[in-house]
Structure formats: structure tokens, C-alpha cells
Nanobody, 121 residues
Framework: QVQLVESGGGLVQAGGSLRLSCAAS????????MGWYRQAPGKERELVAIIPSDGSTNYADSVKGRFTISRDNAKNTVYLQMNNLKSEDTAVYYC???????????????WGQGTQVTVSS
């Protein structure tokens, strides 16, 4: 199995910064894309940022210029640096990874347990 463990969430004032981390472990042959999603109360889960194995990045319009996604392939870890946080960024943030457990296995999508980010205005 593949486990994803997030850390770095918390309470911050508007305009502040947080850095989320997510480490993948377990039976992993290769990881393709890694990303961050979020879900606010009463809303659907939405993509925040994604970074494929080639290092390219893609962001939701609402976070462009404020959030930066990066990854350390040697550590199977993805990061999300969040600057100039706004109250509307308040949500549970989930890490995701598309991984293959063996050379002949199909790609699977794995999720972390989520970490709460609360931005006070």
C-alpha cells in the first residue's frame, strides 16, 4: 500500500504564510503526478496545485501568484508554500499522488488524511 502523510496545517492570520508537506511511503515503484486539493465546508473538493514528474506546475486561478508547489523526488515528498493567505483559503487540504507499486502494476491514485488550514481575518 501507499501512504501519504500531510503536515504543516494550522491557524494563521490573513496575509500570513504556511508551508504544507506531504510524504509518500510504503510500496512505491514510481510516482507520477503529486498535488494538493482542498475542501471547504459545504463545498466540493477542488484542485489547488499539481506537479507532474517533469516538474511542470499547474495552479487554480484563485491561488496563482500566492501558492507555490514543489517536490523532492528523492524523498517522495511534495510541498505547498502558501503566502498572502486569505480567509477564503480556509479548508481541509489533501495531498494526492498517482503512483505505481510495481513495474507491472497499474497506476493508482492515493490520498492523505487531510490537514486543516484556517485563516482568520
Amino acid at each position: 500500500q501507499v501512504q501519504l502523510v500531510e503536515s504543516g496545517g494550522g491557524l494563521v492570520q490573513a496575509g500570513g504564510s504556511l508551508r504544507l508537506s506531504c510524504a509518500a511511503s510504503g510500496s512505491i515503484f514510481r510516482i507520477n503526478a503529486m498535488g494538493w486539493y482542498r475542501q471547504a465546508p459545504g463545498k466540493e473538493r477542488e484542485l489547488v496545485a499539481i506537479i507532474p514528474s517533469d516538474g511542470s506546475t499547474n495552479y487554480a486561478d484563485s491561488v496563482k501568484g500566492r501558492f507555490t508547489i514543489s517536490r523532492d523526488n528523492a524523498k517522495n515528498t511534495v510541498y505547498l508554500q502558501m503566502n498572502n493567505l486569505k480567509s477564503e483559503d480556509t479548508a481541509v487540504y489533501y495531498c494526492s499522488a498517482r503512483a505505481r507499486r510495481t513495474p507491472w502494476a497499474q497506476w493508482g491514485d492515493y490520498w492523505g488524511q487531510g490537514t486543516q488550514v484556517t485563516v482568520s481575518s
